[in-house]
């Protein structure tokens, strides 16, 4: 009887964690994608239920890079998060331009980088006369931004709390 308890124990707590890893994966998700040099304009979108988040840039100079994108809710649904990144550190392209947009979310928090923690180096900021934050965008500013980025972290809240 011991033994049949014992695996009825384990087959609970197999499921259990089963559910827990799938909805973790319901609220988190994180893509790759090719940054283009040439001086064209791209837009990459990643979405989460109704949330999305788009990044739009024109860059130059190298070859393609590797980029990650990961979006996330919080466990209340209250907050989206998008972070758009170069995982190997310092991008070598020269960013003409770049705009992140979260779509079913009101910004709270953003920062952009033209550096990132990785091989050890630290997160390097732009200075915030580099970049403006709005209600659902994350802008260069003209004549302001030095054509440095290597990551951009946004958090959105999706509704208002009614007091």
């Given amino acids: 009887m011991a033994i049949v308890n014992n695996l009825s124990f384990l087959a609970l707590l197999f499921v259990t964690l089963i559910v827990a890893l799938a909805s973790a994966d319901d609220r988190t998700k994180t893509v790759e994608f090719n940054v283009k040099p040439g001086g064209e304009v791209h837009t990459f979108s990643e979405k989460m239920r ?3 988040c788009s990044f739009t840039y024109a860059s130059q100079g190298g070859t393609n890079e590797q980029w990650l994108m990961s979006v996330g809710l919080s466990d209340d649904d209250g907050l989206f998060s998008c972070s758009v990144w170069r995982p ?3 991008s070598y392209l020269f960013f003409t331009q770049f705009k992140a947009e979260l779509k ?3 910004i709270e928090y953003a920062s952009a ?3 990132t923690a990785a ?5 390097v900021t732009l ?3 580099e970049f403006t934050v709005g209600d659902s ?6 004549g302001k931004f030095r ?3 290597s990551k951009l972290t946004i958090i959105g809240r999706t509704r208002h709390d009614e007091l």
């Fill in 50 to 52: 109704e949330y999305e």
């Fill in 88 to 90: 190997q550190g310092k």
């Fill in 104 to 106: 079913g979310a009101k």
């Fill in 113 to 115: 980088y033209s550096q």
């Fill in 119 to 123: 091989g050890g180096q630290r997160d």
């Fill in 127 to 129: 200075r915030e006369d």
């Fill in 137 to 142: 965008t994350v802008t260069h500013k003209d």
């Fill in 147 to 149: 054509a440095e980025l």
